[in-house]
């Protein structure tokens, strides 16, 4: 059902999908300031890191909760950003050969990776909306195998005969 919604109306599930982000990026908020506080084993300086971040984080989910285009725009950079550091990852790992084999894959996952990051920072919504739409069409192919293979009833034995 989520599926269809998504792939019928992606703007208002990015929309939904925004504002439950911004819900999220207000309690991240709130529990880096208040680790901020009650961290008594980290430095001073982490600790005033941590509350800097934390109001940081909390007007950011503020502010986009009060307006979702923003959400939007906000969401779509940090899953940009996201992908690019993604994508970096990946290439440093193939070139420093950190043991992931075959290296190959992470030199084009990593090309991958960063492309899409940059994609999705230059063409937010689009790229949302695609996103919405693969989501969704995963969703729907997801719940038509879960229901093909549910187990068959089985019929409980009859009760022998006192």
């Known amino acids: 059902m ?36 009650a961290a008594s084993f980290l430095s001073t300086g982490v600790r005033a890191l941590l509350g800097v971040v934390g109001v940081i984080v909390l007007l950011a989910g503020i502010i986009a909760l009060f307006s979702p285009g923003d959400a939007v725009w906000l969401l779509a950079v940090f899953i940009g950003i996201g992908w690019i550091f993604q994508g970096v990852a990946d290439l440093y790992g193939a070139v420093t050969k950190s043991g ?45 195998a879960t229901l093909l293979t549910l187990p068959k009833k089985v019929e409980a034995p009859a009760e022998p005969a006192v």
């Open 100 to 144: 992931h084999s075959p290296t190959w894959f992470l030199i084009l996952s990593g090309i991958i990776s960063v492309i899409a990051g940059i994609v999705m920072i230059i063409l937010p919504v689009f790229s949302l909306q695609v996103l919405a739409w693969v989501g969704g069409i995963m969703l729907v192919a997801l719940s038509i």
């Open 2 to 37: 989520l599926g269809i919604v998504a792939i019928i109306w992606p703007g208002p599930t990015i929309v939904v999908v925004a504002i439950l982000f911004a819900i999220s990026l207000i309690i991240a908020g709130i529990f880096r300031i208040y680790q901020a506080f």
